[in-house]
């Protein structure tokens, strides 16, 4: 099956540093989501972008949907303690003539912040 | 509460002896998934439903089945486990948050096959 290409795949941070993660693909998705895992929990949406060249902020958190539409990015601004977990960004394609739910992962992006 | 939950949320089990996840979400969602992550793999969509008696197969659906009998439950059963299928597993609803769809994750099962 499909999946995107994230990056890094772990960062170990100090408290207050900004945070930088990407997610590529070589195809073009109509949807990009970013997520959030805490440990022992299931994912939880952080920002869901629907249009190329979106960008949205959630709080300290700013993600971009690329032009190509083969890309994203997550910003998390002056870090803190509770941003600590793996982050997955997750694409969706739509076919022509019907819907689909079905998301396609990113292989996670494990973020630890020293406080 | 709109939550979705599983159980067992821990499981160990020996090779070939067969087991149920239940997935159950109070939402009135048509379409529902599993999930399972393994480390440097993210998630991997094992099986999907599109509405009650609606099943079809994710990207990873070797050794796992499911039904749909009604629209809040969505088992998944392994009928003869073995290690390879040792995972953390979410069960996952989709409904409308606003104008768009959003997938809401259950807590996870962490399975082990001995």
């Known amino acids: 099956g499909q999946q995107l290409n994230q990056s890094p795949q772990s960062m170990f941070i100090q408290e207050g540093e900004d945070v930088s993660m990407n997610c590529t693909s070589s195809?073009?998705?109509?949807?990009w989501l970013w997520y959030k895992q805490d440990p022992g929990e299931g994912p939880v949406l952080l920002i869901a972008?629907?249009?190329?060249?979106e960008l949205t902020s959630n709080g300290r958190l700013t993600a971009q949907f690329g032009i190509t539409r083969k890309d994203s990015f997550l910003n998390i601004s002056a870090s803190i303690p509770s941003d600590v977990g793996i982050y997955f960004c997750?694409?969706?394609?739509?076919?022509?003539?019907?819907?689909?739910?079905?998301?396609?992962f990113g292989t996670g992006t494990l973020l630890a912040v020293q406080p | 509460e709109a939550q979705v939950t599983q159980n067992p949320r821990y499981l160990i089990t020996v090779t070939g002896k067969k087991l149920t996840v239940t997935c159950s979400q109070n939402?009135?969602?048509?379409?529902m998934s599993w999930y399972r992550q393994d480390p440097g793999l993210g998630l991997r969509q094992i099986y999907y439903?599109?509405?009650?008696?609606?099943?079809d197969k994710g990207d990873v659906p070797e050794g796992y089945k499911v039904s749909r009998k009604e629209k809040r439950n969505f088992p998944l059963i392994l009928e003869s486990p073995s290690p390879n299928q040792t995972s953390l597993y979410f069960c996952?609803?989709?409904?409308?948050?606003?104008?768009?769809?959003?997938?809401?994750f259950g807590p996870g099962t962490r399975l082990t096959v001995l």
């Open positions: 996952a609803s989709t409904g409308l948050r606003g104008a768009y769809n959003e997938q809401f």
């Open positions: 195809s073009i998705f109509n949807t």
């Open positions: 972008l629907y249009k190329a060249g």
């Open positions: 997750a694409g969706q394609q739509t076919p022509y003539g019907g819907a689909t739910n079905k998301l396609i």
């Open positions: 939402m009135n969602h048509e379409y």
């Open positions: 439903s599109m509405n009650v008696e609606v099943t």
